[in-house]
């Protein structure tokens, strides 16, 4: 099957003619319904900020199954993608991945039908339309949804360098409202993007200033549940730090943001060229520790009492890889890059377990 996302094209060509979808759409399984951050839904799979660029692609993947639909992330102004290439496809890691910074990814040719299982990595440097087009676009994508689907809708503050922290908190609060205002049932805020070279990807290793966002969007979200979606944290003090912070403002935390590595060609150069050097990798290479992650922070959540959903992301390609975060206590598993592959999967996940 073709992928929904054509990797050979721009972004704005795929935000303007996609998703290729040319297949039938097969009957979904008619599940029970469950909650959501208080929310009903048919299942607790959705699709992770990435895939849903826009509301023919929300649209798509509600039809598909996906019941809880992320918009891609967007800002306060219009934003340009990075040029092509976009996507590579990895063939293994150097450098002890995903330990270090250090960690570097060798790129690989695709091969074929067995791309919804490759790690791959894709550097779109977090593009958006102006406020006004999605305003409108947010209301179609909510009108596209059935009975216990949900639209949760991602975004990020652009701060100037140097500009004080309290302006992007402002940002983050004032996106939140306009979130809420074009249709969202839940806000996310995206504070840890790895492949974008300015202060907005690392905002999670700052917990008081995570748990600050939170609590702005919180208060402009009202009864709307907000997320924060982070990053790789494998030390589990400074994990239980940010949780800590971020309690009682955020509903939830939604995670792992793709893992930043540098990117190589065989021949050592950088893959997607200059001042592109890392970008965050996806896929089966992030599976194992995103579920680790999600391990450790449903322990903490439950050892230090804090009100926050944890929501698996991160390598899932089959109903097992989904199994993989229940198991390890999230309450929702999203997929980022599988689904563009094999977008028939939500369907496959829902007959062989109704009750996620
Ligand atoms: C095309 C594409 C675009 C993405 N854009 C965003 C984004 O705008 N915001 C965000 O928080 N994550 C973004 N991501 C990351 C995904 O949400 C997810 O964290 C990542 O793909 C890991 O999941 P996977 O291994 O299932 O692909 C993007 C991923 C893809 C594939």
Known sequence: MLATYRTDRSYDWNYRHGPTFA???PAVPATPEKAFLGLPVRSRIGI????????RWVALYARLGFDILTYKTVRAAARRSHPMPNWVFLAGARGGFPRGAAASARTAPRRGAAAA??????SLGLP????????????RARRALGSGQVLNVSVVASPAPGAPAARMVDEFARLAGLACEAGAQIVEANLSCPNVCSAEGDIYHD???SGRIARAMKRAAGATPVLLKVGYLPARRRLGRLLEAVAGGADGVVMVNGIPARIERPDGAAAFGRGRASAGVLGRMVHAPSVAQVRSAAALVRELGLPLAV???GGVATPGDAGDFFAAGAQAVMLGSAPMYDPLLAVRIKRAHPEW
């Not at 958006?128 to 209301?139: I, M, Q």
């Open 117 to 122: 299982a490759l790690a791959r990595t894709v």
């Open 311 to 313: 929501i698996g992301v």
């Open 48 to 55: 992770a900020a990435g895939l849903l660029l826009n509301s």
């Open 128 to 139: 958006s339309t102006a406020p006004a087009v999605r305003l409108r676009d947010g209301a």
């Open 23 to 25: 297949g039938r759409v």
């Open 207 to 209: 917990a008081a200033l």
